[in-house]
T-cell receptor, first 115, second 113 residues
Framework: DGGITQSPKYLFRKEGQNVTLSCEQN?????MYWYRQDPGQGLRLIYY???????QKGDIAEGYSVSREKKESFPLTVTSAQKNPTAFYLC??????????????FGPGTRLTVL | KNQVEQSPQSLIILEGKNCTLQ??????????LRWYKQDTGRGPVSLTI?????NTKSNGRYTATLDADTKQSSLHITASQLSDSASYIC????????????FGTGTRLKVLA
């Protein structure tokens, strides 16, 4: 899991609630990512950020929001607009350099369940 | 469309046996291919990273091969252990800077005693 922490490990949400998942890193990486993982599917990109105060939508951004006020932090808010949020959420980081050996590091994940 | 396909979806082997997992990709341009191991309920952990010029790379009992011409990769696990039970994910980077990681759906390996 390296220097990436995600909290909480488990999160339960009631219908209509917004919840925020935390991701913090001490790897000094510029880029941070949020992925959603569902059974039988590959990781799907929700949002990514390559520098502070800038972020881009991924393939499944609807119903989610993010902020990048600090290099170390990239919180993800799951809003009530996300109709099927039950999933395993993974935060990842990497360098923005051009080396083909840039490695993407993952946090331990947060499992979100809608009650 | 950039895609990464893995086979088999799941695999059961006995402890001590070898196995090979497959990854085919249609990603272009190609920057690198990596294999990750993901234990249940945990984040993926990198096993190997290969660029187009590398044919094989080892990490302990894990050996990955890459054929950039046929766009195929394999991960060979030697003398499997119970702790190898996990999902193995193939990821290809197109190096373009946007959506630069394309993930396969993974192979779920179960090693039995």
């Amino acid at each position: 899991d390296g220097g990436i922490t995600q909290s909480p490990k488990y999160l339960f949400r009631k219908e209509g609630q917004n919840v925020t998942l935390s991701c913090e890193q001490n790897l000094n990486h510029d880029a941070m990512y949020w992925y959603r993982q569902d059974p039988g599917q590959g990781l799907r990109l929700i949002y990514y950020s390559q520098i502070v105060n800038d972020f881009q939508k991924g393939d499944i951004a609807e119903g989610y929001s993010v902020s990048r006020e600090k290099k170390e932090s990239f919180p993800l808010t799951v809003t009530s607009a996300q109709k099927n949020p039950t999933a395993f959420y993974l935060c990842a980081t990497d360098y923005t350099g051009d080396s083909p050996y840039n490695e993407q590091f993952f946090g331990p994940g947060t499992r979100l369940t809608v009650l | 469309k950039n895609q990464v396909e893995q086979s088999p979806q799941s695999l059961i082997i006995l402890e001590g046996k070898n196995c090979t997992l497959q990854c085919n990709y249609t990603v272009s341009p190609f920057s690198n291919l990596r294999w990750y191991k993901q234990d249940t309920g945990r984040g993926p952990v990198s096993l190997t990273i290969m660029t187009f010029s590398e044919n094989t790379k080892s990490n302990g009992r894990y050996t990955a091969t890459l054929d950039a011409d046929t766009k195929q990769s394999s991960l060979h696990i030697t003398a499997s252990q119970l702790s190898d039970s996990a999902s193995y994910i193939c990821v290809v980077s197109d190096g373009s800077g946007t959506y630069k990681y394309i993930f396969g759906t993974g192979t779920r390996l179960k090693v039995l005693a």
